[in-house]
């Protein structure tokens, strides 16, 4: 049941009536007003403050402001005179619960009233940009249209311009027998002059592309010495022989890919069949929040390359995330157990691994494991 609002106050004029409703530490967006000309309501929960209004007011042009702790409401009269009080004297339970439900009735269909017509203003607006955009979109291929006929009548009429002037040769060569005969000299002895141009270019050419050859290379071979591996340890507790099969161990993950299944996805690309590239695309969609694209990216690598633990620690914190506790267990169990012999090289990978399965095994409160 809610707690009445007693400590309020209210001032009026001859035109407005001035309601300050204290909101006793509640925030602005908890606070719901319902106003109509006879009813007052402001619900802040667990407080309540109702009020039956003495006289009726214009609930179109009334008003409230929220902040500082305080709810000021300002109501316009209908009538313009000195209320004698804020709400009428009544303790008819009756009364009240039928103004209470009349008033709610009315507030509702002003809301639906409001909201019908923010649509149809909506509605309105996209009528009328639709059309502003079709009427654009008409012109702009009328103009286009336009500039087409234009073009087409241009071309149309240098055309007809060509076709004039070549019967126009056409004609005067026939009046002229001397000069078709020497035209047709002049025709037959211009190809021959071309043709021992082109050789002698030719030739020309050919001899400029010998002269601009270099002198073959003289072959030797180069001397290739490779410095020995120098650790920061003392050697008496360096460990060179975990660090080396640690390498060996990575040289040989990286070079151990399923080729039947490389067989299967021939359909897939080369890129999309490398076990490096579906790692970048895992880590990308973890980071982007797409665990089960990461999950199925994670799972067809390790599909093309078991000896890669990276894959599995990886996998595994997508198991954390989706809650599927035991496969992120698993998962880090096997990573840890590639991530061998220890070494600094790998002591990252192990603590991730180690985390993500001690932080599998506390959600499953197995805090001995």
């Known amino acids: 049941m809610p707690l009445l609002v007693s400590d309020y106050s209210w001032t009026q004029t001859d035109s407005t009536v001035y309601i300050n409703v204290p909101l006793k530490g509640a925030k602005a967006r908890n606070v719901d007003i319902v106003c109509t000309e006879e009813y007052l309501k402001v619900s802040f929960p667990p407080y309540l403050f109702e009020s039956f209004l003495f006289e009726p007011v214009d609930e179109d042009r009334s008003s409230a402001k929220v902040g500082n702790g305080v709810a000021l409401i300002s109501l316009p009269k209908k009538t313009n005179k000195h209320w004698q009080q804020l709400m009428i004297n009544t303790n008819d339970k009756e009364k009240n619960k039928e103004i209470r439900e009349r008033a709610l009735l009315r507030y509702q269909e002003k809301l639906s009233s409001e909201s019908r017509q923010k649509a149809e203003k909506q509605q309105k607006e996209k009528k009328y940009a639709l059309e502003t955009m079709m009427k654009l979109e008409k012109e702009e291929r009328e103009s286009i249209q336009k500039m087409k006929d234009t073009e087409r009548e241009k071309t149309t009429a240098e055309l007809e311009a060509w076709q004039q002037k070549t019967e ?126 990461a999950v199925n990216a994670y799972s067809l690598a390790i599909r093309l390359n078991r000896k890669i633990p990276a ?59």
């Not at 698993?330 to 192990?350: G, H, I, K, M, Y």
């Open 311 to 369: 894959l599995y620690s990886n996998r595994a914190a997508c198991h954390l995330k989706l809650k599927n506790l035991h496969k992120a267990i698993e998962d880090a169990s096997q990573a840890l157990d590639l991530l061998t012999p220890p070494v600094a090289a790998n002591a990252a990978a192990r603590a991730r691994a180690s985390v993500r399965r001690g932080s599998a095994f506390c959600q499953l409160q197995l805090y001995t494991e």
């Open 168 to 293: 126009e040769d056409k004609l005067n060569q026939r009046g002229n027998p001397n000069q078709q005969r020497a035209g047709k000299e002049r025709r037959e002895i211009k190809p021959s002059v071309n043709l021992d141009q082109k050789k002698v270019n030719s030739e020309a050419k050919s001899n400029k592309k010998k002269a601009d050859l270099p002198p073959p290379r003289i072959s030797g071979n180069i001397q290739i010495t490779f410095t020995p591996r120098v650790f920061p340890t003392a050697l008496r507790e360096s460990r060179v022989a975990e660090e080396e099969e640690w390498l060996n161990k990575q040289a040989e993950a990286r070079r151990t890919v399923n080729s039947e299944l490389v067989e299967e996805l021939k359909d897939l690309t080369e890129e999309q069949r490398n076990p490096d590239w579906l790692k970048d695309k895992g880590d990308k969609c973890f980071a982007s929040g797409d665990y089960l694209g």
